[in-house]
């Protein structure tokens, strides 16, 4: 590493310890946003379930820390129940099991996580809208509710559990949905120039497009920053898992927007399109998500390109380190402050969130050149 990360060591170091500090509260629980300086412990089925036990992972591979490996496996154990309960999945399958199951049997080849992980992405196979060429999103959120029209650019970060799943199965048509389903987002979620739509509703009999929708965002047509950022990794690993060209330049698309519309210190505002006096809210995790992504584009790219995203990628992190770290608090439990999670429906804004420290702490891995991450 050059003199010039030096910070990454220091970074990853103090992340570890706080990291350590918080497993004697939160065990094998699964943590969402941080109150009062206390992450927030959600039920197993949730669908943040998997960046606690993925950063466990991830401090483990470099520290070898025991009790880190069996808290993980502790969490993966838990989701048994979930898969059990089928009936309380949703889309964000890949969320829970590539953290968890793949990354198991990625380190250390256990059957156990394999089949669990066979078991999630069939699962989310079955989600697949075959006239719409989606993947549908949350299950009916009341009785008689119909939602089943409704895709979300998150799922991006879902197809990898698919691809995974072909490769060890040999049946290439977990494959062919995740493309499907990627096709489909390339062509009504990514706007010409790089934005994205957090929701989509098309016709669930008919698959015609019926809307794009603001969801987390600040209207239909702003630019959700953590969307944005879904997108960028999302179809940087389509690229990765397809060699599609066409996943590739859309993926540049994204970042390149999201690039441009980031204010001095690197860090983008929840929604880039949200009103002048709602903008200076940040949303950290999309910073963090974005920068792992970015530093995995960069690998894929050449030349200048290669240099941009690289160059984007460590600015947000060191920015994130040295402007948004809970360093100094003990007494809060979180990473990273100034994540922003729902602002329309006014929850956890302006709080740590667990998958910006989970994507914080990939993203400080990727700047010390270990090897392919668990989405890969």
């Known amino acids: 590493m050059n003199t010039e990360l030096s910070w990454v060591n220091e970074a990853w170091n103090r992340s570890l310890e706080k990291t350590l500090h918080n497993t004697a509260r ?48 502790e969490c993966e154990a838990k989701l048994d129940e979930v898969l059990d309960g089928f009936e309380r999945l949703d889309h964000d399958m890949g969320f829970m099991w590539i953290l968890t199951s793949v990354a198991n049997y990625k380190l250390h080849g256990n059957e156990a996580s394999r089949i669990r992980a066979l078991k999630a992405a069939n699962y989310l196979a079955a989600r697949f809208n075959l006239k719409g060429q989606y993947i549908r999103a949350w299950n009916p959120w009341t009785e008689g509710a119909r939602n089943d029209g409704l ?21 290439p048509r977990f494959a062919h949905i995740a493309e499907a389903h990627t096709d489909t987002v390339l062509k009504h979620f990514i706007r010409a120039d790089g934005s994205v739509y957090h929701i989509v509703n098309f016709d669930p009999h008919t698959g015609e497009m019926l809307e794009g929708l603001g ?5 239909p047509e702003s630019a959700w920053s953590r969307g944005a950022a879904w997108a960028l990794y999302g179809l940087t690993l389509a690229y990765h898992h397809t060699g599609k060209d066409d996943y590739y330049q859309a993926a540049k698309r994204v970042a390149n927007f999201f690039l441009s519309r980031l204010p001095e210190d690197h860090v983008p505002a929840w ?8 903008r200076n809210l940040r949303d950290s995790s999309a910073g963090s998500c974005a920068a792992s992504g970015l530093l995995l584009l960069a690998d894929k790219s050449e030349g200048g390109d290669a240099d941009v995203y690289r160059a984007g990628g460590e600015r947000i992190l060191k920015s994130l380190y040295e402007n948004y770290g809970a360093w100094d608090d003990p007494a809060e ?21 667990i998958y910006g420290d989970f994507f914080f702490v990939e993203g400080l891995a990727r700047l010390k050149g270990r090897g392919p991450s668990y989405w890969e």
């Open 26 to 73: 939160i065990g094998s629980g699964f943590p969402h946003a941080s109150q009062n300086g206390v992450y927030q412990l959600e039920a197993p089925n949730w669908w943040t379930a998997g960046f606690w036990p993925g950063m466990l992972w991830l401090l483990y591979q470099e520290s070898g820390q025991e009790q880190l490996k069996a808290l993980a496996e």
């Open 151 to 171: 895709a979300i650019i998150d799922c991006c970060m879902n197809m990898p559990l698919l691809y995974w799943a072909s490769r060890v199965s040999d049946d």
């Open 215 to 219: 969801g987390q965002g600040y209207a």
């Open 271 to 278: 929604d880039f399109r949200a009103p002048d006096e709602l």
């Open 333 to 353: 439990e979180g990473l990273l402050l100034h994540g922003t999670s729902n602002y329309p429906q006014g929850t956890n804004i302006d709080v740590p969130l």
